[in-house]
């Protein structure tokens, strides 16, 4: 590592060789070109300076195979693991320049949608701090999730995020690490069960590696694979005369990796978003295998050595992958491959909701990949004789039904997962029991001892030291020992939440960082905010599960009542909102729309003024993320019980001293756990009585004619009232909540005002509210992804 002095001498070298090559001296830089030359100081810092790869001890290399990474912005980060954020900070201010100023020129790297790809972002970091030996393996997505920006009517429009195009130094294209990927052609029969595939065209991978740097730990890439093809025209066509038909290949080969798929929770079935996910896979198996073939190990010690995490189903295809080279380049026997392939893979499972999991045509399968297609064949055959001797006849139909890859012409690619790996696991305890109990029970009688949990965790270097300095700073004073790398320290906090020094300065704490979020809003939505109100924040992205629309329902309702009383006793609130809704997901776009119109006209009613105000936040990025977090004082976590796997802003806002709103759903249940019920607000149906009311037949019309305060907010959202006269604006979700509601909004209003009231009730006594947030602080050290990785280690990839 760099010593102070080091350090010093190095920035004002590369400093003068920056101002040298533009004809500029420091005082004439921009803050764009200071960020271009720290970044660039940075990223050279740490591939010569930062100690790489983590030795193997008593674990696996971990193989992170996600189509997602969301890594943020990576200086502000990456100076704080170099220990050299400080020192940088005061080189900048013999230049009158300010870091935080800096750090906000970068450009985040959109390579994901949210909580899944976040998630791998944390483990990465996580895995770096740890020393546990790991590289990542993703997309390099030219374009990654779109920009969102709010028109006139308060819409959604989209547009492209190039995010580096102008300038992104902090990754280096790794030239020798080429892959070369086939896709169609035809498979022929060598000789018993040897086949061998004559794809139809093929596209390069190329690598670029992003250096994920632990804090104290390790800098390990993260490898991210971009289309390209070789010559500008595929000779073989080219020469058969047919030229247009050999540059479209070209034309394919760019298109590939260029835009992520702008999903979150929902499978598409689109032939290119195959074609990425095999391509991924491809390039990654075949990198993992060079290199544990490099150290001078046989393919047999590969899962001795190597663990595969699959983060969803995304990159199943691995599986038969894997299994493919084993069987065709290497010429194992099914029996060898089989058995080394089964004790490499191991699966997350993120979600349970239906149309998130992913199911492959089987046509569309064995035109793209017909030698893999035939693998998945004999991976069910091979199922099927294992479910047969485990099962009666009177059970087997069933069994069958549930644990097939191969049904109906599909391919069920979170069976294929189950079938291919030797360990899989939820994210939340309640969301692995239902995995278990729900989704898969006869594969867990099948499979006994290959179903775990692991509770999902966050970064604390990015979610507390660098997105909150001023509570890190009151944390450093108070706790002894270094709490980034060990987050259960915060209990040392804890004796202090009823000391009235301690509660100050943590409500002041708070209160400064309101404040920078109000500053925030003013300049994006030019609205004052009452920073004395609650600021009571909903920030994820948009799915009628995360029921935004119960929130503004009681947002309605709440405008209504002060309307029609305004003399009540009022606690003020300010509801800030943020996310991103897929593209084509109409619901969640109206939803977007009507928090918005409704937004307009509270924010303009005078009588509403610092009492009641609605700010939805365009854009919302990690970067967005990190400055709302610290101002949060109510975190909104209200899907429906049963709906969100696990969450992980959960765990950020509590962390930061924001008091949980939730159903018994995901991780919250944990949290609640750990704070103690007294320091949440719980609300809402549970898992077993959603199951009861659906059973009974859910009529949510029900429960609209029988509430007035919920009639009259859903009429006025009908009425134009929030969408200048337009009667039809909001019509689908209108008609949607009358006459479908899938996810229970009208049955959990009551509770959820009901609970609202408690909140406004519990922030007026400031002390024993500020305590509550304190213990909330030092209670949940166990949502740190530190702790995820440990529990990965001991559950998971132990030798
Ligand atoms: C998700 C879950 O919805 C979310 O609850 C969980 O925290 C996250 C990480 O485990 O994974 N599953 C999923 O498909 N997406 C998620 O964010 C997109």
Known sequence: MLSSQQFQTLFDATLNRYCEARFLTPSQLSDTQWYQFLATLSHQTVLQHFPANAPLANTRKVNYLSMEFLIGRLLGNNLLSLGLYDETNQQLAKYGKNLVDILEQERDPSLGNGGLGRLAACYLDSMASLSQPAIGYGLHYQYGLFKQAFGDEGQQLESGDGWERDFYPQQYHRADFRQTVGFGGKVSLISGDKYAWQPEWTIFGEAFDLPVVGYKGVQQPLRLWQGYSESAFDLATFNDGDYLDAESRVVDAAKLTKVLYPNDNHAEGKALRLMQQYFHCACSVADILKNHLAQGRTLEQLPEFEVIQLNDTHPAIAIPELLRLLLDQYDLSWEQAWAIASKTFAYTNHTLLPEALEQWDQKLLTQLLPRHILIIERINDQLRQQVEAAFDKAEFDAAWQETAVLFDQRVRMANLCVVGSFAVNGVAQIHSDLVVSDLFPAYARLFEGRFHNVTNGITPRRWIRQANPKLSALLDQHIQGDWTQDLSLLNQIEPLAKNPAFQTAYRAIKQQNKQALAAEIEQTLGLKVNCEAIFDVQIKRF?????????????????????????????????????????????AKQIIQAINGVANVINQDPDMQGKLQVAFLPDYRVSLAEKIIPAADVSEQISLAGKEASGTGNMKLALNGAITLGTLDGANVEIAEFAGNENVVIFGHTVDSVRELREQGYVSKTYYEQDAVLKQAIDTLADGTFSNGDTERFEALVNDMLNHDYFCVLADFASYREAQDIVAKRYQDQTAWVESTILNTARLGAFSSDRSIRDYQTRIWKK
């Not at 305004?566 to 809704?581: H, N, T």
């Open 543 to 587: 799915h009628e599960y995360k029921r935004q629309h119960l929130n503004l329902l009681n947002i309605i309702a709440t405008y209504q009542s002060l309307k029609a009383n305004p003399q009540q006793d009022f606690v003020p609130r300010v509801f800030i909102f943020a996310g991103k809704a897929a593209p084509g997901y109409f619901m």
